[in-house]
Structures are given as structure tokens and as C-alpha cells.
């Protein structure tokens, strides 16, 4: 089962950055765990909503001819827990993108005021290889994740001037 740890999208500027939201739910199966009668939300889930703004963004940018996989969490911090009720908003910025992969810098915002910080490698997989594997598919980006972009598309669209 793949897991989406975004709600949606704010805004979405192709190659260059986007905001995400994600609502901090009870009804969310991992509180019942993390932690029994004070529900936090892991930092694993946190870093992956991170991953999955920045893995659209860098996927995007070359159109989804490569399939991008998180490789690597280059830093990462936190300043406090994040629990049940809070709504975090997801900024990535792509720092650069190369052949072999992307990097993003990312940061986990409540209430306007910076609560973490990443940065983000994203890798390239091999097409040949990949082939052999996987089959002519694109493995990351089906479904749930193909309608975030087009919501990621349409929050990015310019908006009518007022007059």
C-alpha cells in the first residue's frame, strides 16, 4: 500500500519550488502507536511529506521522463514534536537539478513560524535498469500522486487580474 503524507497543494511553481498542507488527523492509524494517549506524528512521516512536495517538483521538471526515488536525507531538524490538530505546511525549493538527480530544501512551517528543516537528494533511476525491474511504468508517479500534481497545476495556474 503507498501512503500519501500530503493533502494537497497551495501553490506549485514548475522547477522552482511548492507548498503543500497537511492536516494532522486522530483518524490517521500510526497515532494509535506514536504514542498511545499523546499522539505525535513520527518525524519519518514528516521528512516524507517533505520528499514527496519536493519528489513531484523534481519529477515535473523533467517532465516524468525519469522516475525519481528519495536517496538521500542530507540534514534534517526539528524544533519540537508535531501532534494531533496541527496543519503543516510543506515549502520546497528545488536547489538543483542534475542528471543523476535533484536536490531540495525544504521546511515544515505551523502557524507561519518555522519548525524544521530539510534537504533532500532525490535520484534518477537508471532507464535501462529500471526497465528491467520495474517495466515502462512510472512506479512513483500513478494515482493518488498523478492528481496531486494536477492540483499542484491548477494552484500554480495564474489567477485572473482584479480590475
Not at 528519495?70 to 525549493?93: C, M, P, Q
Not at 513560524?113 to 534518477?124: D, P, R, S, T, Y
Request: hydrophobic share 40%.
Amino acid at each position: 500500500m503507498r501512503w500519501i503524507w500530503i493533502d494537497g497543494f497551495l501553490e506549485f511553481e514548475s522547477g522552482k519550488r511548492a507548498r503543500t498542507v497537511k492536516n494532522l488527523s486522530s483518524a490517521e492509524d500510526h497515532y494509535a502507536q506514536h504514542f498511545p494517549g499523546y499522539p505525535v506524528m513520527p518525524a519519518a512521516l514528516i521528512l516524507e511529506g517533505l520528499a514527496q512536495t519536493g519528489g513531484i517538483l523534481a519529477g515535473e521538471a523533467n517532465q516524468f521522463r525519469e522516475k525519481v526515488v528519495l536517496g538521500k536525507i542530507n540534514k534534517a531538524s526539528f524544533s519540537r514534536e508535531f501532534t494531533v490538530g496541527e496543519t503543516l505546511h510543506y515549502e520546497v525549493e528545488l536547489v538543483h537539478i542534475r542528471p543523476e538527480g535533484a536536490t531540495a530544501s525544504g521546511k515544515v512551517l505551523v502557524n507561519g513560524i518555522c519548525e524544521g528543516e530539510a534537504e533532500i537528494f532525490f535520484a534518477h533511476l537508471d532507464q535501462a535498469r529500471s526497465r528491467q525491474a520495474f517495466g515502462e511504468g512510472n512506479f512513483v508517479f500513478t494515482g493518488e500522486m498523478r492528481h496531486l500534481l494536477d492540483q499542484a497545476k491548477r494552484a500554480g495556474a495564474p489567477k485572473p487580474s482584479q480590475s
